[in-house]
């Protein structure tokens, strides 16, 4: 259902949704999951009896004797369920991320259980890359800093920062960060997964509590774990549950000894890359202080994709950035580079370049990872190609409410927030959301798929991820195509009405045609003739984009 409250900077409400898929999908969804557990276990059984023979997935005798690595549960849907449609995934490219891409084409020969290149090549639009703000592209104010840097350092640093891996460039996009986020210092690190999961043990003990959002990414999750401290989960977003858990764990403090924790760290993610939706950020800040807590952001998608400066989630909802204790960020999105940070205070840097994992056993980032770092943040900042930093962030903006409210025009079930550049479709059905994938790669689409075990069994999706390069002819090409498997598919499931939003701006972008209610907006989308319809009004559209960029205020 739509959650809408005022938040934003910009003064308009905070919007999202989550439809529900209808309950005939439901049926047969778990119904196709019921045959396909079936008919793994029947092969199970016939490859024990040796009726099917495949060498790839019998042990060598050499090795039977070895203490297993896995059992063979472990592995059964990887073995009967993935290997089936693994040509969804795992897609080599051979070319730069960028709006457009070149995928190498792949085949099998032994139902799935290997897969070999073909020769063939297929230019793609791409909408699987978080390449938010085109700086992963092969052009660019960055690439002959890079070029520059490269001669002067080499490609590797071949230490840590503690010994001799330490760069004046590391200091530098320390700085440029710290002061980027708003926040006293930060460190930076090779890896964004390690970001998360080798620091959070610095933070937090046995002695210590943590509340988790239920749908964190897995390198906080895994942080958590490691750290060894009592965690408690709240349901996604949901600030009534947050304080609950809250209250319970200051209440009634530990399981066994109910002595009080030492110390609550609560964490968050900016925008969830699954569900597209964003973080409650002023409340969660208003339930930190009242109990007492201290807050951990996640802003791996967030950062350089949100707010009217792209500083992230607190830029976006206008809060001080020092309300949050740790914020956290990879360069691997926004910034085309790779590696991650942490900000906050000065005496929590200095600890953690000191006592994190990463900081000290971990390799530093290489000199030209971190000078395209540094260029990138500095066009953001405005300090080189002023204007252009500003450009793109507002393009990202119009660009993914554009292609939102055209999704949700379609009837598609469309999660997360109106914002969020990460934008879930809703499938449920596992062989939908196979057709989808091979269907979009036929007509010239690149998307990215999530299914089972990764999401629930109803929560199937593709996920399309917007840059602020994709042109407008770009994004309509795409929703043709979309609409096109839509149709093909028949995975129109969303029956919750139109949003406004959806309705005004589609509205002024297609003055031509009297789209002004939610009956109407079904009236178009029924016509069977609607995306000829759509090509004329494109021809005779001459609305400027920046009209209905949501950072910028409207007379």
Not at 255 to 275: A, D, N
Request: proline fraction near 5%; charge should be positive; include cysteine.
């Amino acid at each position: 259902m739509p959650s809408v409250y005022k938040g934003p900077t910009s003064g308009e409400p905070f919007f999202e949704q989550f439809g529900e898929t209808p309950l005939i999908t439901a049926v047969f969804t778990y119904i196709g999951f019921m045959l396909l557990n079936l008919l793994g276990r029947l092969q199970d059984f016939l490859r024990w009896c040796s009726v099917l023979h495949c060498p790839i997935v019998v042990e060598p005798k050499r090795t039977r004797s070895f203490v297993p690595l896995y059992s063979s549960y472990e592995a059964f849907y990887t073995r009967n369920l993935y290997r089936r449609v693994q040509d969804c995934w795992n897609r080599p490219i051979c070319s730069s991320p960028g709006v457009q891409m070149v995928v190498m084409d792949r085949k099998s020969n032994d139902s799935g259980w290997t897969l070999e290149f073909t020769g063939a090549r297929k230019r793609v639009l791409n909408l699987g890359s978080y390449n938010y703000l085109g700086f992963g592209d092969p052009t660019g104010p960055s690439i002959e800093a890079n070029e520059a840097t490269t001669r002067r350092y080499g490609v590797g640093v071949a230490s840590a920062r503690q010994e001799t891996g330490s760069l004046i460039l590391h200091r530098e996009l320390e700085t440029l960060v710290a002061e980027f986020v708003g926040q006293e210092a930060a460190i930076v690190f090779s890896m964004g997964f390690a970001t998360n999961s080798l620091n959070i043990p610095c933070l937090v003990d046995k002695d210590c509590c943590v509340v988790s959002d239920e749908l964190n990414h897995t390198s906080l999750v895994l942080g958590c774990r490691l750290s060894g401290a009592t965690i408690r989960r709240f349901k996604h977003n949901d600030m009534v549950d947050l304080e609950r858990v809250l209250e319970e764990t200051v209440v009634y403090g530990r399981p066994r000894t109910h002595r009080p924790y030492k110390k609550i760290l609560i964490v968050v993610e900016g925008i969830y890359s699954m569900e597209g939706s964003i973080v409650h950020l002023p409340e969660v800040i208003a339930l930190k202080k009242k109990y007492k807590a201290y807050l951990y952001v996640d802003e791996a998608h967030s950062i350089g994709a949100l707010g009217p400066t792209g500083r992230g989630v607190a830029d976006y909802f206008g809060v001080d950035p020092k309300e949050i204790d740790v914020s956290m960020g990879t360069f691997t999105k926004s910034f085309g580079s790779s590696g991650g940070y942490l900000a906050g205070s000065r005496r929590l840097i200095d600890y953690l370049r000191s006592c994190s994992h990463s900081a000290v056993y971990g390799g530093s980032m290489s000199a030209p990872v971190t000078q395209q770092v540094i260029t990138t943040v500095r066009v953001l900042m405005g300090l080189e190609v002023p204007g252009e930093g500003r450009h793109r962030i507002r393009k990202l903006a119009w660009n993914t409410r554009y292609f939102r409210a055209r999704l949700h025009a379609m009837r598609l079930i469309v999660y997360g927030n109106r914002d969020s550049p990460v934008v879930p479709v809703i499938i449920s059905m596992p062989a939908k959301l196979v057709a989808l994938s091979r269907r979009c790669l036929a007509l010239g689409l690149g998307t990215v798929i999530v299914g089972f075990p990764a999401t629930s069994l109803l929560a199937s999706r593709v996920r399309f991820c917007i840059s602020s390069m994709h042109t407008r002819e770009m994004l309509d090409r795409a929703l043709e195509i979309i609409d096109q498997v839509a149709e093909e598919l028949h995975i129109r499931y969303c029956d919750l009405p139109i949003p406004q939003w959806a309705e005004e701006l589609l509205a002024k972008e297609y003055p031509m045609a009297p789209l002004t209610t939610t009956a109407t907006f079904t009236a178009f989308n029924n016509n069977t003739d609607h995306l000829s319809v759509l090509k004329e009004m494109l021809v005779n559209s001459s609305v400027d984009s920046s009209s209905v960029c949501p950072y910028k205020k409207r007379q």
